[in-house]
């Protein structure tokens, strides 16, 4: 268990979840560089000081509004496909688009914030990934992964293109477009032999 969240004060319920939603509401909004606590506190109707009791710092709320509020859903459809289509368009999935618009806010943020960058990625985007190799693991016992293809590249593809597409291209995410990346990209880049590296002259 995380030593830091049994030594310091406890806000459950309806108000942690209005804590939360204020938190997401206000990320999107205004962006990670601009997002205040006392902010969070009046449109929560939340005492500040109880936010700064409860969270040392903005870093530490938002990431616990994020894995509080989106919860991974790993999934074992029986197929690489199934997978990989269904986590990104469950709820909290790539397709979300509330989900997209916080990891796009936080983008900027985590390149000079060491401390959210790492709890971003220990506590929601690892387990992420985690669900991910495991549908690749179970993929490649079953034959539809190729035993040599590097799964860590892989696991990228998705999440990459999807990014890519909202960020560089303005491009929210669809159903649709998750199935094409997964069955023109991903599922053909796992199957594939890889070839032998070209010696660089």
Same mark, same amino acid.
């Given at each position: 268990?995380?030593?830091?969240? /049994? ?17 997401? /509401? ?23 000081? @109880? ?9 530490? =709320?938002?990431?616990?509004? =994020? ?23 469950? @709820? ?15 983008? /900027? ?13 220990? +506590? ?13 693991? +179970? ?11 590097? /799964?860590? !590249? ?32 991903? !599922?053909?880049?796992?199957?594939? !032999?890889?070839?032998? @590296?070209?010696?660089? @002259?």
């Amino acid at each position: 268990m995380n030593q830091t969240s /049994t030594t310091r004060p406890r806000i459950t319920g309806a108000r942690e979840d209005a804590i939360f939603d204020a938190t997401l /509401t206000l990320l999107r909004e205004v962006g990670y560089d601009r997002l205040r606590m006392d902010a969070v506190a009046a449109a929560a109707k939340a005492g500040k000081a @109880s936010l700064y009791r409860r969270w040392r710092s903005k870093g530490e =709320l938002v990431v616990d509004a =994020l894995t509080r509020c989106e919860p991974v859903t790993a999934l074992d459809t029986g197929s690489v496909r199934g997978d990989l289509v269904g986590m990104a368009c469950n @709820s909290g999935g790539t397709v979300d688009q509330a989900q997209v618009e916080v990891m796009a806010a936080l983008m /900027t943020a985590m390149h000079h914030d060491d401390e959210l960058r790492a709890a971003f990625e220990q +506590r929601f985007l690892e387990p992420r990934l985690a669900a991910a190799r495991a549908a690749f693991t +179970r993929g490649r016992a079953r034959g539809e992964i190729h035993p040599d293809v590097d /799964t860590e !590249l892989l696991v990228d593809i998705l999440p990459s293109m999807i990014m890519h597409r909202l960020l560089l291209r303005g491009q929210h995410p669809t159903p649709e477009l998750v199935a094409r990346i997964v069955d023109q990209v991903v !599922l053909p880049a796992g199957r594939r !032999l890889p070839e032998p @590296s070209a010696t660089l @002259s």
